[in-house]
């Protein structure tokens, strides 16, 4: 069996959530980092929490170059971007 440990916490509340912070080495025990994707699951024992795998790449539908071809300042609207003030560009 792989590795083990244990720590207590306490559930808090995070604005309408609640929240639950680990230690940095549950965390990288458990191969959890910053913005790690993760799924939780609800079992007769309780939570469990692990990685998300990732997904397959889907290829998009069109290139760039296929989104932009025939594109003019008059269909991309280029006229309705607004003018910069001399005070936004330091002026």
Known sequence: MGTSAKF???????GNSLG???????????????GT???????????VVRPKKPGKY???PYTEREMVAGLTAHTAHADELPK????????
């Open 58 to 60: 889907r290829a998009l």
């Open 37 to 47: 994707k993760v799924v939780v699951e609800v079992t007769e024992a309780g939570l």
């Open 20 to 34: 639950l912070r680990i230690t940095k080495a549950i965390g990288d025990l458990a191969h959890l980092g910053k």
């Open 8 to 14: 207590e916490g306490s559930i808090q509340p995070w």
């Open 84 to 91: 910069l003030q001399l005070s936004e560009i330091g002026g």
